[in-house]
């Protein structure tokens, strides 16, 4: 939902252009907002030339702000996705909570289907004890499902075994090999009551743009999918991690400062692309 300042409007017509919904015309030399099916992706306020246009609420994150003034080489950009790499080792060093803040900043602002902005963090920055056991104890259930089914995938066989380990190794000796003892765990969760097309896709390109931030503020991360598998396994680690009603767990990461230096990009395969 807009308003349109029509002493400052000068009838350029970029936002009607601009509008997905056809929900602001100009009439007369001035726009005029609709205001029916607007989802409220500002695309109007951020495309007029001279902020006639702005939003009924959120006014104060409005920025003045033009792409030169952002741009980042794409070279460095680019080689920084080469060299990123997975961390499995952490330093044993808190993240400042503002700088914590900063990076699940720029997952809120990230890109959601229909602007829904529907997605959900839940951070766990301080005693990851209970996390950490509930999720083994359920994937050493899951492991017993996978062992006792004749038909079970090889794959699951094989990760079975490995949460049998990692139960083992943490139980009895100490060693995280779920988590890697990181500074924080950020969960990604996404109402999926009005949507359930995008909300996998929307948590993702959240969790790459914190993870971007997060490389560039010195972090690494690394992406726990089998938190997911021991959610679908326990209903009650569900509950624990504070999912609500109609909401679903897209996935986490841990994320603090690596422990573990690396020299050099690695392989990837070839490109899979077809011009057309």
Same mark, same amino acid.
């Not at 004749?150 to 990692?166: I, N, Q």
């Not at 100490?174 to 359930?196: H, I």
């Given at each position: ?100 803040? %900063?990076?699940?900043? +720029? ?6 289907? =229909? #602007?829904? *902005?529907?997605?959900?963090?839940? /951070? ?29 995938? %090889?794959?699951?066989? +094989? ?6 380990? =990692? #139960?083992? *190794?943490?139980?009895?000796?100490? /060693? ?101």
């Amino acid at each position: 939902m807009v308003i349109v300042d029509t002493e400052k409007c000068i009838g350029c017509g970029a936002c009607e252009k601009d509008c997905l919904l056809s929900e602001i015309h100009v009439i007369e030399g001035k726009a005029v907002p609709v205001n029916k099916t607007c989802f409220n992706c500002g695309h109007c306020v951020a495309i007029c030339p001279v902020g006639a246009v702005r939003p009924q609420t959120g006014e104060e994150e409005v920025v003045p702000m033009t792409a030169e003034d952002c741009r980042v080489d794409s070279e460095n950009l680019l080689n920084s996705f080469r060299f990123r790499r997975t961390i499995r080792t952490f330093q044993n060093k808190k993240i400042d909570r503002k700088d914590l803040e %900063k990076i699940l900043e +720029a997952g809120r602002i990230s890109p959601t289907g =229909m #602007n829904s *902005q529907e997605i959900r963090f839940v /951070v766990f920055d301080r005693d990851l004890k209970e996390l950490t056991e509930r999720t083994l104890r359920a994937l050493s259930d899951l492991a017993e499902d996978y062992f006792a089914d004749p038909e079970a995938p %090889k794959g699951m066989v +094989a990760y079975s075994h490995m949460w049998k380990r =990692m #139960n083992k *190794q943490y139980f009895e000796e100490g /060693v995280d090999r779920l988590f890697y003892d990181p500074a924080a765990v950020v969960v990604v969760l996404a109402n999926t009551k009005y949507n359930k097309l995008t909300p996998p896709i929307d948590g993702a390109i959240a969790c790459a743009n914190m993870e971007i931030l997060a490389r560039s503020m010195g972090m690494g991360t690394c992406y726990i999918g089998f938190l997911l598998r021991a959610v679908l396994k326990d209903p009650t680690l569900k509950e624990y991690l504070g999912v609500k009603e109609h909401e679903e767990m897209i996935t986490a990461f841990s994320i603090g400062y690596p422990g573990v230096k690396y020299y050099r990009t690695v392989p990837r395969k070839k490109d899979k692309v077809e011009w057309r």
